[in-house]
């Protein structure tokens, strides 16, 4: 069974940062592309960010650039994401999600998903 777990969610003030992970399994891990998205109340999920399978490419949203930065652990099965200098902007549920081959922002593509992860920036 494919598993996507979320983890490090929370409440931070803006500035502040936040790491989140997502713990996989019941896949091979490193054929896999992974993604964050994001859906604030009231607004379409959106992407956040990809990385490859092999960790060298990485994509964006230009909302987050500079911010924040995208990694795996292949050994851990899990991806990390650094949010820094966050902002009331950056309020959402975070969702890590899994696909093969390329990364791509569009969200219907991704084909497991985790449960979501609350993140909450305060002004």
């Known amino acids: 069974e494919v598993q996507l777990v979320e983890s490090g969610g929370g409440l931070v003030q803006a500035g502040g940062s936040l790491r989140l992970s997502c713990a996989a399994s019941g896949f091979t891990f490193d054929e896999y592309v992974i993604g964050w998205f994001r859906q604030a109340p009231g607004k379409e999920r959106e992407g956040v960010s990809c990385i490859s399978t092999s960790g060298l490419g990485i994509n964006y949203a230009d909302s987050v650039k500079g911010r924040f930065t995208i990694s795996r652990d292949d050994a851990k099965n899990t991806i990390y994401l650094q949010m820094n200098s966050l902002s009331p902007e950056d309020t959402a549920v975070y969702y890590c999600?899994?696909?093969?081959?390329?990364?791509?922002?569009?969200?219907?593509?991704?084909?497991?998903w985790g449960q979501g992860i609350q993140v909450t920036v305060s002004s």
């Open positions: 999600a899994a696909k093969r081959y390329s990364c791509t922002g569009l969200a219907l593509l991704y084909t497991s």
